[in-house]
């Protein structure tokens, strides 16, 4: 199924996240875990690009092969970080070649060499809402040679704030440019209260933004996890009754913590999700860190393992 299908045929949609693996054990492993989740029948699956492009290749390699070796439909992540135009019209032309149907649209990392950052971050991107304009752009050309769109364009959101933008009320003016300049649906960085995006999504009503916001959702699985998403997801925060039920399980399982906060993680995905589609969420997206056994749990727990879509 076309992505922008998807979001016309359903109330809510299901998507994973997977990042491309190093070597072609990990490549192997993925694909053993995508087996597991291809009965679920997501609505489509995204594939991340490393810091200024770091996984250009593999992120390129992994969407290709998604598309002919699987039925999930994968959305490649694009970066404005080091890119020109014509480098970015390539890879939408790869893409557009190899029958993909959306594209996640993001400002991106700066990568670092030790402390020195990379010296020329910014070519002909400098905002992510350059990049959706400049696939906005492509869609419209492609669509007068086809009479078809080619590419659905996802942005992210961040329901507990931008970590490089404390003005909050310039961070939503920033993600109002980006649906204005053609964006088709926001995916949310993971949080783990739902306040957090409900207040995020009454904000985007209130500027104007009406394109679907998908919840990103992740199961904890163990401290040295949580401290690590913690780093890597500047700003983003556990809840102290998240806390609170990670050392309890702890402490009435200390000969097997691992699985103990496995279980927490669970339960608190699990009840977070069904939350979020009580209050009619557009969409649950799944952060799998390429493993598939936490996703397969949620879903079995909220009823909807056999279902591809809620309608």
Not at 128 to 137: E, G, N, P, Q
Not at 171 to 196: H, Y
Not at 208 to 216: E, F, M, S
Request: aromatic share 10%; hydrophobic share 40%.
């Amino acid at each position: 199924m076309q992505v922008a299908e998807a979001f016309e045929r359903s109330r809510t949609t299901f998507s994973f996240e997977f990042f491309p693996p190093k070597d072609e054990s990990g490549f192997a492993s993925l694909f053993d875990s995508i087996k597991e989740l291809e009965s679920l029948r997501p609505s489509f699956v995204s594939v991340t690009y490393g810091a200024g492009g770091s996984t250009r290749e593999r992120t390129h390699d992994l969407v290709v092969r998604l598309k002919k070796d699987s039925p999930l439909e994968p959305i490649p992540h694009l970066t404005c970080v080091g890119h020109t135009r014509d480098e970015i019209r390539g890879v939408l032309d790869q893409y557009a070649q190899a029958g993909i149907s959306g594209i996640m649209a993001l400002r991106g990392d700066v990568p670092t060499n030790g402390n020195t950052e990379m010296v020329e971050p910014w070519k002909d991107f400098k905002f992510a809402a350059d990049l959706v304009s400049f696939v906005r752009a492509f869609n419209d050309e492609h669509s007068r040679a086809t009479d078809r769109k080619q590419f659905a364009i996802g942005v992210a959101g961040y329901p507990e704030g931008h970590p490089a933008m404390p003005n909050r009320m310039r961070e939503m003016d920033l993600l109002k440019a980006k649906v204005d300049a053609g964006a088709d649906f926001i995916v949310t960085q993971m949080f783990f209260d739902n306040r957090d995006f409900y207040d995020f999504r009454d904000r985007c009503r209130l500027a104007g933004i009406k394109v679907p916001i998908l919840a990103g959702v992740m199961p904890v699985s163990s401290v040295a996890g949580m401290e690590r998403m913690a780093e890597l997801a500047a700003g983003m925060r556990y809840p102290a009754a998240l806390l609170r039920s990670v050392q309890r399980a702890i402490s009435a399982s200390p000969r097997d913590t691992a699985a103990a906060i496995r279980r927490v993680g669970i339960h608190w995905a699990t009840e977070q999700s069904r939350d979020l589609l009580d209050h009619d969420v557009a969409g649950l997206h799944f952060y799998t860190l390429n493993k598939s056994t936490a996703t397969r749990e949620v879903y079995r727990n909220l009823g909807v393992e056999n279902s591809q879509l809620i309608s």
